[in-house]
């Protein structure tokens, strides 16, 4: 599925995305709160790769999806169920992760510089050194 197809249906009032391909896709800025993009795959393969810097994923369902070098810089993803994602490599600088479920995500390599993560869950989620940092403070 393409960007404009996404946003198309979503902007009818379609709010279910179980398991749709969205690789490569520029969705930046757009207002996709409570979408269920549960199982999608949005991995960047070519050099512009998938953008949703700035978008609005507050209180969406992202459970179990693949994410993994995505532009997610910006983001709202506030009282998201990010549950079991790949974000391998991506970047949520700036991101809104606050009271986000990141249950058994995967942020290895993600850049979390300046990211809010106040009252986001990380039960076994898998960040390869063991810490989070969220600020570029050292």
């Known amino acids: 599925m393409d960007a404009k197809e996404l946003l198309q249906r ?3 009032g379609e709010r279910d995305f179980v398991g749709v391909g ?29 953008n949703l810097s700035g978008a609005d994923l507050s209180k969406a369902s992202i459970y179990q999806a693949g994410f993994n070098e995505v532009n997610l810089a910006g ?9 079991d994602c790949g974000f391998r490599r991506a970047n949520l600088s700036g991101a809104n ?24 869950i990380f039960r076994y989620t898998r960040i390869p050194d063991g810490s989070i940092r969220s600020d570029s403070r050292e």
């Open 10 to 12: 979503y902007t009818a």
């Open 22 to 50: 969205l690789d490569d896709v520029d969705v930046s800025g757009a207002n996709l709160s409570s979408i269920n993009l549960s199982r999608a795959s949005m991995n960047q393969f070519f050099a512009d790769g998938a």
């Open 75 to 83: 983001a709202n993803l506030s009282e998201a169920d990010l549950g």
């Open 97 to 120: 992760l606050s009271g986000a479920n990141l249950s058994g995500a995967d942020l290895s390599g993600a850049d979390l510089s300046g990211a809010d993560l106040s009252g986001a």
